[in-house]
């Protein structure tokens, strides 16, 4: 009986020895990979920025007009008037390395803040539209957030939020409009987004 759990016992000693070894061989073969790919985007030299997508904001569609004594909504207003004339592009989804390899490590540095500025708009376009509709101005905010989402926003708030507004304006067809988008993102918030719109549109059949 003992030499059983002896024997037992080395077995599964080795099992995860030799699991623990291959592990390690796959970390280092990664890292490897890593900086490999590191290594060969900080070499790759500075390339033209003119087919990025840049989003041109439609200033048109934004309710400049309204709340105008609300310092918060204020606040959005401003930080969308400093963007106006700022170059925005969605990089989401993209690792710097990538953005180097792609378009040049030199501009590595205008990439990010271009990205930043997107990052500012999404952020900025939810919390406007979610004040708008807590206020009554449902169309404003869907207004605010169908552009948003035009742009391959993966805040999972604006989403939630547009189906909310399509439902209780008895559009809730136009939700199937949403999962091309919903779809496509690279972004870990994909699957939850996909969700929320399944939600949504399982509740209004």
């Given at each position: 009986?003992?030499?059983?759990?002896?024997?037992?016992?080395?077995?599964?000693?080795?099992a995860?020895?030799?699991?623990?070894?291959?592990?390690k061989?796959?970390?280092?073969?990664?890292?490897?990979?890593?900086?490999?790919?590191?290594?060969?985007?900080?070499?790759?030299?500075r390339?033209?920025l003119?087919?990025?997508?840049?989003?041109?904001?439609?200033?048109?569609?934004?309710?400049?007009?309204?709340?105008?004594?609300?310092?918060?909504?204020?606040?959005?207003?401003?930080?969308?008037l400093?963007?106006k004339?700022?170059?925005?592009?969605?990089?989401?989804g993209?690792?710097?390395t990538e953005?180097k390899?792609q378009y040049?490590?030199?501009?590595?540095?205008?990439?990010t803040?271009?990205d930043?500025?997107?990052?500012?708009?999404?952020r900025t376009?939810?919390?406007?539209?979610?004040?708008?509709?807590?206020?009554?101005f449902?169309?404003?905010?869907?207004?605010?957030?169908?552009f948003?989402?035009?742009?391959?926003?993966?805040?999972?708030?604006?989403?939630?939020?547009?189906?909310?507004?399509?439902?209780?304006n008895?559009?809730?067809e136009?939700?199937?409009?949403?999962?091309p988008?919903?779809?496509?993102l690279i972004?870990?918030?994909?699957?939850?987004?996909?969700?929320?719109?399944?939600?949504?549109?399982?509740?209004?059949?």
């Amino acid at each position: 009986m003992n030499f059983l759990i002896i024997a037992s016992t080395l077995i599964l000693a080795t099992a995860i020895s030799m699991a623990s070894s291959k592990s390690k061989k796959n970390t280092a073969a990664i890292e490897q990979e890593f900086w490999q790919r590191e290594r060969a985007a900080n070499s790759t030299r500075r390339k033209p920025l003119d087919d990025l997508n840049y989003i041109k904001l439609p200033m048109e569609i934004f309710p400049m007009e309204l709340l105008q004594d609300n310092p918060r909504i204020e606040d959005y207003r401003q930080i969308i008037l400093s963007l106006k004339d700022q170059p925005i592009v969605n990089f989401t989804g993209l690792t710097n390395t990538e953005l180097k390899l792609q378009y040049g490590a030199p501009n590595i540095t205008l990439l990010t803040t271009y990205d930043q500025n997107y990052t500012l708009l999404v952020r900025t376009l939810q919390q406007w539209a979610q004040a708008l509709y807590d206020d009554g101005f449902s169309k404003e905010a869907c207004q605010l957030l169908e552009f948003a989402i035009s742009t391959g926003t993966d805040v999972s708030a604006t989403y939630r939020l547009l189906c909310r507004i399509y439902q209780e304006n008895g559009t809730p067809e136009k939700i199937s409009a949403l999962y091309p988008v919903a779809e496509s993102l690279i972004s870990a918030n994909q699957k939850p987004i996909v969700r929320i719109l399944a939600e949504y549109g399982q509740s209004s059949d």
